[in-house]
């Protein structure tokens, strides 16, 4: 099995600053990376897939990047709306999820 | 409107049964694949299983591979987990996901790109 490694594992941030949240693979995936996003009892939502590609509807101030084992996703401008705990997740083969990254407001 | 509603959660027995029922409504249920995706109190996001679109093909995350059956009814549009022998481990919100797949290129992507709002499991004496 691949395995999704996040970090940080939590962030404290401010609204306007510009986050950064990694997500490492146990082997190359290629592209095959999606991210999403969760608040509290809440449904996961899809931000971004095949590692750079935006979701419909979801703000260009999410971006991600990356491919082999590193990828990465940026919130350019953190608005208050998007504390909230995000996860990578492989698609590669069968599904992974790396264990959470969860931004708090500092 | 596209949507996912789960059922069929509750508090059961360690070593009982639950089926879970996922009904979709808004789009063509028989032209997708579908995921159980679970999680834990506190926890993060686990997969459980995945189906394809007429139920020919399915796998299972080791952890319930043997003990959880996935199926679906498209004349019904609905998506099931049957969940036996059940353990304290399995306590969890179980969510199910349509999965939206495309080749570009050769290359097969995929994600999950509607979830259900998730039913309750909660497996304790």
């Known amino acids: 099995d691949i395995q999704m490694t996040q970090s940080p594992s939590s962030l404290s941030a401010s609204v306007g600053d510009r986050v950064t949240i990694t997500c490492r693979a146990s082997?190359?995936?290629?592209?095959?990376l999606n991210w999403y996003q969760q608040k509290p009892g809440k449904a996961p939502k899809l931000l971004i897939y095949?590692?750079?590609s935006l979701q419909s509807g979801v703000p260009s101030r999410f971006s991600g990047s990356g491919s082999g084992t590193d990828f990465t996703l940026t919130i350019s401008s953190l608005q208050p709306e998007d504390f909230a705990t995000y996860y990578c997740?492989?698609?590669?083969?069968?599904?992974?999820f790396g264990q959470g990254t969860r931004l708090e407001i500092k | 409107e596209v949507q996912l509603v789960e059922s069929g959660g509750g508090l059961v027995q360690p070593g009982g049964s639950l089926r879970l029922s996922c009904a979709a409504s808004?789009?063509?249920?028989?032209?997708?694949?579908m995921h159980w995706v679970r999680q834990a109190p506190g926890k993060g996001l686990v997969w459980v299983s995945r189906?394809?679109?007429?139920?020919?093909?399915?796998s299972y995350a080791d952890s319930v591979k043997g003990r959880f059956t996935i199926s679906r009814d498209n004349a019904k549009n609905t998506l099931y987990l049957q969940m036996n022998s059940l353990r304290a481990e399995d306590t969890a919100v179980y969510y199910c996901?349509?999965?939206?797949?495309?080749?570009?290129?050769?290359?097969?992507?995929?994600?999950?790109?509607?979830w259900g709002k998730g039913t309750t499991v909660t497996v304790s004496s």
């Open positions: 996901a349509r999965e939206f797949h495309y080749y570009d290129s050769s290359y097969y992507y995929y994600y999950m790109d509607v």
């Open positions: 808004g789009f063509t249920f028989s032209s997708y694949w």
């Open positions: 189906i394809n679109s007429d139920g020919s093909s399915t």
């Open positions: 082997q190359s995936i290629s592209s095959y």
């Open positions: 095949a590692a750079s």
């Open positions: 997740q492989q698609s590669y083969s069968t599904p992974h």
